[in-house]
């Protein structure tokens, strides 16, 4: 009688244990399996970079003090924004998905700083069209929370090899990452 009761206790104990292990664990588990959902900070050189792959979205902040600026890549939107310190202005541009780095791209140069395991880098010019951006919130809140209360103009991608129209000491040049040198040219007040 007694070795029933401590066979009892035990199938509780471990019944009871079992549960618990399987009501903490799984949720565990099941984070594993979609990391995509879980933001990834790092830095690479003067750039913090924050990764929300859920969300498409990667935001910058380049502190270099030569080209200060803070950037959003929405890439489920395919916009590029950047704020550009010196002249307190945003330019909001289409992103061509072909040529800037992927979100995969972007997460392992968190974890390396060797640029060597990289796409060779790509140079790009975008020229800002003269109208100004009136309802940065159709852009979603990051962009506008980005662009608040500093004018926000678009800008177009010049092709490759055309010529510029524009004085090119107009133009504002930025780095984003080890990828890719972007310029962004035009008549910005300050610019």
Not at 126 to 136: C, D, E, F, G, Q
Request: net charge neutral; with cysteine; hydrophobic share 40%.
């Amino acid at each position: 009688k007694q070795l029933h009761k401590v066979e009892r206790d035990n199938m509780k104990h471990i019944t009871v244990s079992s549960i618990l292990v399987v009501f903490f664990l799984t949720p565990s588990l099941a984070l594993r399996n979609i990391s995509d959902s879980h933001p990834l900070d790092g830095s690479v050189g003067t750039q913090l970079i924050h990764i929300n792959a859920f969300r498409g979205m990667v935001s910058i902040r380049d502190n270099n003090v030569l080209s200060q600026w803070d950037g959003i890549l929405d890439y489920k939107n395919a916009l590029f924004v950047a704020k550009l310190f010196s002249v307190m202005a945003c330019v909001l541009a289409k992103m061509d998905q072909a040529i800037f780095p992927s979100l995969d791209d972007i997460s392992m140069a968190l974890g390396r700083q060797d640029s060597s395991h990289y796409p060779s880098t790509h140079g790009l010019t975008y020229t800002v069209l003269p109208s100004r951006i009136k309802n940065l919130a159709q852009y979603g809140i990051l962009v506008k929370d980005l662009c608040r209360d500093v004018p926000t103009y678009f800008a177009h991608q010049q092709k490759e090899g055309t010529a510029l129209a524009v004085d090119p000491t107009s133009c504002f040049a930025i780095q984003l990452l080890s990828f890719m040198g972007l310029s962004i040219c035009g008549e910005i007040p300050g610019l």
